[in-house]
Structures are given as structure tokens and as C-alpha cells.
């Protein structure tokens, strides 16, 4: 009677034990990142899908803006188009937090809680997720916009792309916190959602220029960071990346990343 | 009545997979204090499959949420799976499987997908992800579902995709909340044929919580009885029904002078002509007393006998039916919910 005889017995059958690693915040992001991407790999038409609206205003609201300038369809599509690609990465992200509150309310969410993964992780993997999506469809909308006479300007679009998605990573981030606060109350997810969201997008100038507004439009825009996302992506894709509205733009950026995240993490540290 | 069986020759040590003292939850739930659960006691051996039972909202899955790190006690400690529970939830998380009420899957996930990022969760490497996970579809009859998305699958395919999941490690321990509520009667019979499996090829500690009474009695080695939020009995089903319950035997006769005279003899309770009497081995007391009350010329018309399950046992216990209890659920979930509130 050997030692390996007995443990190779024994392995036989129990089955060895699954080789559980520790586990760390970068692989676990790059985990829960690679989970939350899959739906979109097996189900690209989804991101085609939630298109639809942004195409909707580029299509149904454009003309006008375009016969309210006088005909001039080329520039009026420069100040419109990245006023659109804002819109998708504001209507993409705010309504992420939709999946996780569904996730909360079957039991998905759970079970990725007993799971040895790092409470940031869950958050931060989930918000990164969002660049994807956004990515592709802030290029299909510039892409539709060409023939039509949009100059294309490519450096302009990819400092453009990224500046948007550390938006939407953190607009991301404040939609599942949101998610995580309102628990098992769908309307009062939607409520927020719908009060807060056209307010920010008509109070961005996104639409509409907001020159011509009364004076507290014009002191609500200052405080929006919106305004100055659209402000920053209307220099850059005009290729002035030199623009002061591009360092607006960033800042606004980077500090709705930070605070969504901020916030985000601390609420997911107390889900339970 | 299989008590332990002599299969878990793979632990031969018998080390305490689950160790608490004193665990304890109290809720905050409209400016009223809800204790949950109060100053729970318990211990799991390496390799025993244990019932919770008892009715919607006894405090079940407060404790088993407790023991699996999603919730904080109040008060009390816990060990679980050589791990402790406050200081040390990551080790418990990594060393456990878990199977809650819901269901695990992500509805837009496929489930094989599901199956690769819950290995890829529990650090496993790629190539040992996908042959675990082809294993636990075969085993688990997930074969013609493995493509499709989670929401498309029926009732009891999610809850066998739900063990999947949980055991994707391979954990040492499994716990599962109320794994066959809602279930049809063939999904639930063939969800437990897995569960009964699993045990007998791993030996896998199992720590469930069911309502359904009969589940506990043929599935479960121990049956831990639980009723406003304290363990109120612990023990083999067979052991329990034999000591708390007894048997019931009824002997009916021609008249109620007749039962009253059989009562006065043998002791019972009467109702007309019907003589009800509970006792410990009631089968074998049943003939000596027809034989009997026959010699005092008190003749029995008919007779039943029937063994003590355990809603009789919760009934000695607590003076109520589980079953009446079962059948207007209160939803547990919603005291849960409030935690944090």
C-alpha cells in the first residue's frame, strides 16, 4: 500500500477540487467586463437596435434644424451630429442600470455577491461594459452622417470617442448605482430616469442652441456638465482639438466618471 | 428511512463543516425591531445533508443568507467551511456553493456562457472552466439548452442550470434555498435525483431549507425544525416523528357509550362513535387493543392506523399545521429586503 495509490483513490472519486485561485481587482473587473460583454457579442442587432432614437432626432430633427439655417445642410450637421453622439451615450448608459435592477430581482445578482469577487469589481467591470456599445454606435451615427455631407475629421472622432466613453462610464456607474438604491422598485428607477434625463439633454444645447434662452436656461446649462460635453465634442470633431471647449469637455468627463464611480463602488460595497 | 449512509468514505475525517453560536438578526422595518432570527445554534458534520424546515418566514434564509456572507449577523458567530464568517467572508464565499431562491442565470446570458463566467468568478482557469462546465451540462441534462438564453429555458431548467452554477468549483459545501419551490411534481422528482446523485458520487456537505414536508422527511439524513426565528428541534426525521409525534391510531365503534368505554380503558380522545389515540407504536398496540376491548365485549367497527409525519411533529411543537402555513405564504424576501434599508 503506497501513498499515491491511496491518493489517487481517493481523487477518483471525489473528483480533484477546482483549482480556486485568489482573486484580484484587475482580473475581477476584466471578468465581470468579459461577462456583461457577452450578451452584445452573441446579440450584436441589440446595439443596433437602441440606435433607433438617436437616428430618429439625426433624421426627424435635423431638417428642421437644417431649414431653420437657411438650407445650409453641411454645417448645420457639424454643430448637430455631436450633439447626437452625446445623446447616445446619455440615453445608452442611464438606462444600464435597468439590466442590474432586473439581475436584482431574479437572483443573478446573488449569486455573483457569494461569489469571491471584489464588491468594486462588480460596478467597474459593469460601467466599462458601456464603451463597447458606445463606441460602435457614436461611429455608425457619424458614419450615416457622411454622405450627407458631415466632415469626417478622424482624430477628431477618436479624441471625441474616448472623451465619451470615460462620460459614459461614469454616467454608467450613476445608473447602477441608482439601480442598487431603488432595489426591487422598477418606477421609481424609471421615474428618476425620465425626470432627470430630458431635462439634462435639452439643457445641454444639445438640440436646440441655448444663446436665444432666457437667463436661468442659460445658468442651468453652466451647471450642467452636459453642455460642456457638447461643447468639447463639437470642436473635436470639427478636428480644433486645441479648442479651450475640448479641456471643458474632459473635465466634465472625467468628473461624472469619478463621482459615478465614487458612488457607484460604495453602493455596491453595501448590496446585500 | 436511510439515516447516514456508508458512502462518504472520501471524508474520513469528521470535521464540523458548519459551526454557529448565538447568530443572531434583527431587522429595522417601519420603526418596529423584527427579530429575524434569535440566538441560533448549529452544527453541520463533514458530508451530512441537513433540512431547515418550517414555515414562510421562520428565519430559513435570513440564516442561510447569514452563513453564506450576504448578510451580517446582528449578534452571534459562525464558521463556515473552516472559515469565519465576519473576518473572513472571502474564504467562506471561495469554498462555497450556493443556490438561492431565485434564479442565478443572467435571463439575456447563454448558458453555457453563465457556466463559463462562473468559473472564470471562482478563479478557475479556462481550460479547466470548459471541461467542468461541458461536465455539469451532461450530468445536469443542460445539453439541448446549453446554447440558448437563460430566459427561454423552463421552471426546472433554471433551477438545474442554478446547481450548475453553484457547483461550477466544486465546493466542499452546497447550500440551497428552497431548490424545488415552485417546481413541477416530475422537475422536482428529477431535480432531487441530482441532488441525491451529487451526494452519492462527491459526498458534497448539503445544507438546504425547504417548506415541503415530505422533501425533508426522504431526502434529508437531520431535519432542524424552525419556527419564529429559533431552531425548536434538531434531529434524525424518523427520531423526531417517533419521540414528538407518535402514531395515530382511530378505532370506531357501534355506539359512543362503546367509545367512551374504550376511552376510559386505553385513554384518547372522542368524537361520537370515533376514538382517536396517539401513540408510539400505535401498529403494534393496534391489534392487542381490538383483542382486548373484544373480551370486555366492546366491539370495533373499524380501524386506522397512520404513521407521524412531520407536520405532526410541527404541530406537537408549535400547536400549528405547516401545511396551513404553507399555503398562505408570507413572503419572506420582503423582510430581507429591508436590511438595508
Given at each position: 500500500m503506497t501513498t499515491t495509490a491511496t491518493t489517487s483513490s481517493t481523487t477518483a472519486t471525489?473528483?480533484?477540487?477546482?483549482?480556486v485561485r485568489p482573486t484580484g481587482f484587475a482580473r475581477d473587473t476584466a471578468t465581470v467586463f468579459v461577462r456583461e460583454s457577452r450578451p452584445l457579442v452573441r446579440d450584436p442587432f441589440s446595439v443596433i437596435f437602441s440606435l433607433v432614437q438617436p437616428l430618429v432626432f439625426l433624421g426627424l430633427f435635423g431638417p428642421l434644424l437644417i431649414g431653420a439655417a437657411g438650407g445650409d445642410v453641411a454645417g448645420t450637421l457639424q454643430w448637430f451630429v455631436p450633439g447626437i453622439l452625446v445623446m447616445v451615450a446619455l440615453f445608452g448608459t442611464a438606462s444600464t442600470g435597468a439590466n442590474l435592477l432586473f439581475e436584482m430581482q431574479t437572483g443573478s445578482h446573488e449569486r455573483t455577491l457569494v461569489a469571491p469577487l471584489s464588491r468594486s469589481a462588480l460596478l467597474v467591470g459593469r460601467a466599462l461594459k458601456e464603451v463597447v456599445p458606445l463606441t460602435i454606435q457614436g461611429t455608425i451615427v457619424v458614419l450615416v452622417a457622411v454622405p450627407f455631407g458631415f466632415r469626417l475629421d478622424v482624430p477628431g472622432l477618436v479624441a471625441g470617442l474616448a472623451v465619451l466613453a470615460v462620460f459614459g462610464i461614469g454616467f454608467g456607474a450613476l445608473s447602477y448605482t441608482l439601480a442598487l438604491s431603488c432595489r426591487n422598485r422598477d418606477w421609481m428607477f424609471w421615474m428618476v430616469h425620465q425626470t432627470l434625463l430630458f431635462p439634462l439633454m435639452i439643457l445641454s444645447g444639445m438640440l436646440l442652441p441655448l444663446e436665444d434662452g432666457p437667463d436661468w436656461m442659460q445658468v442651468a446649462a453652466a451647471v450642467n456638465p452636459l453642455s460642456y460635453l457638447v461643447a468639447a465634442e463639437r470642436a473635436l470633431l470639427a478636428g480644433d482639438l486645441g479648442s479651450p471647449d475640448v479641456i471643458g469637455g474632459i473635465i466634465a468627463a472625467v468628473a461624472t466618471c469619478a463621482v459615478g464611480v465614487f458612488v457607484g463602488v460604495r453602493a455596491m460595497r453595501r448590496a446585500n | 428511512m436511510p439515516r447516514k449512509t456508508g458512502d462518504m468514505t472520501n471524508h474520513t475525517h469528521s470535521a464540523q463543516m458548519i459551526t454557529a453560536r448565538g447568530l443572531t438578526k434583527t431587522f429595522r422595518s417601519k420603526g418596529q425591531t423584527v427579530e429575524a432570527v434569535r440566538a441560533v445554534d448549529l452544527e453541520v458534520a463533514d458530508g451530512e445533508l441537513v433540512a431547515f424546515l418550517g414555515p414562510n418566514g421562520a428565519g430559513k434564509s435570513t440564516t442561510l443568507r447569514m452563513l453564506t456572507t450576504l448578510l451580517p449577523p446582528t449578534s452571534g458567530e459562525a464558521s463556515v467551511a473552516g472559515c469565519d464568517?465576519?473576518?473572513?467572508p472571502a474564504g467562506v464565499r471561495r469554498r462555497i456553493g450556493y443556490v438561492g431562491q431565485g434564479s442565478s442565470g443572467g435571463h439575456t446570458q447563454r448558458v453555457r456562457d453563465e457556466l463559463h463566467a462562473q468559473g472564470a468568478f471562482y478563479g478557475m482557469g479556462r481550460r479547466e472552466t470548459r471541461a467542468r462546465a461541458a461536465e455539469l451540462i451532461e450530468s445536469l441534462e443542460l445539453g439541448q439548452v446549453a446554447n440558448r438564453q437563460v430566459q427561454a429555458l423552463s421552471g426546472g431548467q433554471k433551477r438545474r442550470l442554478d446547481i450548475a452554477l453553484g457547483l461550477i468549483h466544486r465546493p466542499e459545501l452546497l447550500f440551497l434555498d428552497e431548490p424545488s419551490t415552485g417546481l413541477d411534481p416530475h422537475s422536482r422528482a428529477n431535480l432531487w435525483d441530482h441532488i441525491v446523485d451529487l451526494r452519492r458520487s462527491t459526498g458534497t456537505t448539503i445544507f438546504l431549507t425547504t417548506h415541503y414536508l415530505d422533501e425533508a422527511d426522504q431526502l434529508a439524513e437531520r431535519v432542524m425544525v424552525m419556527d419564529h426565528g429559533a431552531v425548536i428541534a434538531d434531529d434524525t426525521a424518523w427520531a423526531l416523528k417517533s419521540s414528538l409525534a407518535g402514531d395515530r391510531v382511530t378505532l370506531e365503534f357501534g355506539s359512543a357509550t362503546d367509545a367512551a368505554a374504550a376511552a376510559s380503558r386505553i385513554g384518547g380522545a372522542i368524537d361520537g362513535a370515533v376514538m382517536t389515540v396517539t401513540a408510539q407504536g400505535g401498529d403494534r398496540a393496534l391489534p392487542r387493543w381490538i383483542r382486548e376491548l373484544s373480551d370486555a365485549g366492546l366491539e370495533v367497527v373499524a380501524a386506522t392506523h397512520r404513521q407521524p409525519t412531520l407536520d405532526d411533529v410541527f404541530l406537537a411543537l408549535t400547536g400549528r399545521s405547516l401545511r396551513e402555513e404553507a399555503a398562505t405564504p408570507v413572503p419572506e424576501p420582503a423582510v430581507t429586503t429591508a436590511a438595508a434599508a
Open positions: 471525489t473528483g480533484p477540487a477546482a483549482s | 464568517i465576519r473576518h473572513d
